[in-house]
Every structure is written in C-alpha cells, then in structure tokens.
C-alpha cells in the first residue's frame, strides 16, 4: 500500500518534529477508514498482529487458571499469575480488577476457569477489548506469551477511526516503520475493499504533531 522509503521518511519527520522529551514516548499511527459501515459486526476488525521489532516496552500478561497452566505460566515469565480464588476476589475489589485490566495488554486463560473469568472480570475486561484467550490445558504457552509480548491489539467498533502503537522513540525509524507495514498489510487482509478502505494514514509521538503517511 506504501512505499517503503515514503513509510520511512514519515516515521522520521514525526520523530524529527517531536518535541523534546526526557523520556521515551509512544509511537502511534492513525488509520482513518472509508465505504464501509462498521454498524455491521461483520465489518470490524479485532486483530492481534505481531509487530516484527515489538512496540518498544513489551506488553505484560496474564494468566488465569489452575494447576500446570499456572507452573508454566510463572516458567514463561508471565508477569501476573492469578488462581480461581484470586479471579473471585477480583470480583469484589472492582478497583484493583480496573487497574489489573489497564495494566496487562493481554490475557491468558485456562478453557476450566473461563466461566469464572467471564462472570467476576468481563465487566472490566470486556469492554477494553481484554477478555482472555482460552488456552486447553497441556498447551505450552511459552510460544503464545512471547509472541504477545510483541504484539499490538486492534478492534474497533463503529469509529472509522483507529489509532494502533507501533513502536516509541527509542528505536529505530526504520524498524518502526517495518511495524507499521506489518499492521496496514494485516489491516488489509481483512478489509472487504483491501486499500480501498483505508483513507488516509498518520504516524505521530504521543506530544509531537501527526504526519501524513498516505
């Protein structure tokens, strides 16, 4: 959809025009949409897209279940581990449960405790596009999590507009531009209308000014 240079030489006119910070920020880009209606449930996107270099700080995640998921869960270096007791406490502490799903990107489960997980944390996760992933038990997760760590989650609803991390200010404008070729080829892959959907791009830092892509 993008030429590769063009790709590139935006990523650094939006890192170039960045305000100067004293820490890393995010980098994000836009993706506007067009003649499609995201009214139909058919019609959104919910991907998960590994991003070839990561998106700069790898996401945290969290597994939920019993027994051997949770051993090779902690051999896995998720960064929570939570039992059936601690999902049935977290359904009562609606503080902390907002904070554990604001915190972890992505989330793991055991098919055994997905009712569980559905009945004490899908208010919370749910609406934040977080509900877990069942994972049958006897799975090696090792694979699963380290893939996530590298990954970006998009779904949208009924907004044509969408805006997806690629990357943050420490790394190199070339490999953030390789995360962003990664997420317009999966985006569309699953748009009816391929490029024709898309109606213009935008890749930015958190604080600097949006730059036009296509």
């Known amino acids: 959809m993008v030429d590769r240079k063009k790709l590139e030489d935006a990523v650094k006119a939006a890192l170039e025009s960045a305000p100067k910070r004293n820490f890393s920020e995010s980098v994000d880009i836009t993706i506007n949409l067009k003649n499609i209606d995201l009214s139909q449930p058919k019609n959104r996107i919910d991907e998960t897209i590994l991003l070839p270099h990561g998106p700069g700080v790898e996401n945290k995640i969290a597994v939920l279940g019993k027994g051997d998921i949770t051993t090779k869960a902690k051999d896995a270096g998720a960064d929570l581990v939570l039992q059936p007791a601690d999902i049935e406490r977290l359904g ?51 694979p699963i999590v380290d893939r996530l760590r590298k990954s970006v989650k998009i779904r949208t609803k009924d907004k044509k507009t969408f805006h997806a991390k690629v990357g943050d200010t420490k790394m190199d404008p070339a490999k953030i531009a390789d995360n962003i070729d990664a997420v317009l080829k999966r985006i569309e892959s699953v748009l009816e209308q391929g490029t024709m959907n898309i109606r213009s791009v935008y890749v930015k830092t958190t604080m600097g000014p949006a730059v036009k892509v296509v």
């Open 92 to 142: 009562g502490e609606p503080r902390e449960a907002r904070k554990i799903a604001n915190e972890y990107r992505f989330f793991l489960a055991d098919t055994g405790v997905m009712s569980l997980v559905g009945r004490h944390l899908g208010p919370r996760l749910g609406p934040r596009g977080r509900m877990p992933m069942p994972i049958p038990q006897g799975t090696d997760i090792k």
